[in-house]
């Protein structure tokens, strides 16, 4: 699928497949929302493929109350940290750490060490996720650019939250975004290097693959 970031190759022994799609990356020219009314509550996840056995019912409510505050459905979330770190609250990746692989501006917001958040269940890093999308402001940030998150499907929803971990400021593709340019490139040119030169498109048409593989299941 293109140029794709070091976080999204894992091991094979560690990583779903990846799905394939046949469609093509087609530039949009209608907006995705031209609302900034408050979404309908997203869907309760209750089990799926996409989320580990052990301790999936505290992970669930963390899910879920991450996905409320956030108008983003918890499916997307748990898609997009099989992604980051596929479920290994321990993950390490250069100086990205946990499940949803944060930075250390993050961890020093949230003041602890870097060995105190790796230590962190795998509910308490995910509500943590919830206070690193207030940090950067993510509701605003979305409304800004008329983009209602529950409004996108699954796939693209796990791509914009995936792009908030590469360029959590970035204007031009929450710009791009919300004009339906799912070609515009989210890492900034001082992470490409190491993150990879990936795009919106690029991202969701891995996760197309990864939900058709692993469908959620809804209350």
Known sequence: ??????????????????????????????????????????????????????????????????????????????????????????????????????GPDFVQFMKLTRAQFLNLPADAQINAYDTWLDYYKFNAQMASYNITMTALPLPEQAAVLQGMQFAPNGKAWKAALAKGDLAVRTTPTQQAEFLGDTSIGDMQRYYGGFFKKYPPVYV
């Not at 990846?18 to 020219?29: D, E, I, L, Q, S």
């Not at 748990?78 to 596929?86: D, L, P, R, W």
Request: hydrophobic content about 40%.
């Open 1 to 102: 699928m293109g140029k794709t970031s070091k976080r999204m190759r894992q091991p094979a022994t560690k990583r779903a497949t990846k799905g394939t799609t046949t469609k093509p990356n087609v530039k949009r020219t209608t907006k995705l929302t031209t609302t900034r009314a408050a979404a309908p509550a997203p869907k309760q996840l209750k089990s799926g493929a996409s989320v580990p056995a052990q301790n999936a019912a505290a992970m669930f409510v963390a899910l879920n109350a991450v996905a409320r505050s956030h108008n983003v459905d918890p499916a997307a979330i748990a898609g997009m940290i099989n992604t980051e770190s596929v479920w290994d609250t321990t993950c390490v990746t250069g100086q990205y750490i946990g499940l949803m692989q944060v």
